[in-house]
């Protein structure tokens, strides 16, 4: 398994900025997709982005569409989310996830404890 840990959350007004990250210790982070969810208060936990092992393959939830963009650094054992024009219904603790094959299958067997990310109006 992929050992994970997320930082980069914090308090952002609407309109503005954040970038998290999430690294990842193992072997196998090279050949694994990625992925990154989030969980509102209240609400199910919800799919966001996800990467494939080479960056080759980038699928996003709708509502973030033009505004979130996920990627990796192998070199480093990173993923990132870079997310830009943050909304309040962005409110959520934001969770990394390791694929359990190279691509997006959507099946993962790995997960960070999360990171709050909270939008003000």
């Known amino acids: 398994q992929v050992q994970l840990v997320e930082s980069g959350g914090g308090l952002v007004q609407a309109g503005g900025s954040l970038r998290l990250s999430c690294a990842a210790s193992g072997r196998t982070f090279g050949s694994r997709g990625m992925a990154w969810f989030r969980q509102a208060p209240g609400k199910e936990r919800e799919f966001v982005a996800a990467?494939?092992?080479?960056?080759?393959?980038?699928k996003y939830v709708d509502s973030v569409k033009g505004r979130f963009t996920i990627s990796r650094d192998t070199a480093k054992n990173t993923v990132s989310l870079q997310m830009n024009g943050l909304k309040l219904e962005d409110t959520a603790v934001y969770y990394c996830a390791a694929d359990r094959t190279a691509y997006i299958s959507e099946i993962y067997d790995s997960w960070g404890q999360g990171t709050q990310v909270t939008v003000s109006s």
């Open positions: 990467i494939s092992w080479n960056g080759g393959l980038k």
